[in-house]
Nanobody, 127 residues
Framework: QVELVESGGGSAQVGGSLRLSCALS?????????VGWFRQSPEKEREGVAS????????FYADSVKGRFTISQDNAKNTVYLQMNSLKPEDAAMYYC???????????????????WGQGTQVAVSS
């Protein structure tokens, strides 16, 4: 059973927008307390972009994306979205969705806290 599937990646121009989707299996969504978006570009460590508590909707953003990216959820579809606006060249990366079952707000953007990962979706930003 596939637990997490990301989609929506592609190419956008600087200043453009993309919307990523993370479709979780029902069991994964129900067992997760947090779902997050992470990204990794060549020669860089994976970094947290945005995450949310699935039950109360508390949201966390990396400083680099605040005001530009929005994470949201659709409980009926077991899906978490990442709306990315005002894209910058430095936003280009492989984006991953992940789910955590043990959650602490101070580690909301720590990739090490997330145990279930998708395969990723590539985002390219061109000028």
């Amino acid at each position: 059973q596939v637990e997490l599937v990301e989609s929506g990646g592609g190419s956008a121009q600087v200043g453009g927008s993309l919307r990523l989707s993370c479709a979780l299996s029902r069991d994964t969504y129900r067992s997760a307390c947090m779902v997050g978006w992470f990204r990794q570009s060549p020669e860089k460590e994976r970094e947290g972009v945005a995450s949310l508590y699935t039950d109360v909707g508390r949201i966390f953003y990396a400083d680099s994306v605040k005001g530009r990216f929005t994470i949201s959820q659709d409980n009926a579809k077991n899906t978490v979205y990442l709306q990315m606006n005002s894209l910058k060249p430095e936003d280009a990366a492989m984006y991953y969705c992940a789910a955590a079952r043990i959650c602490e707000s101070w580690a909301a953007l720590d990739p090490g806290r997330y145990k279930t990962w998708g395969q990723g979706t590539q985002v390219a930003v061109s000028s």
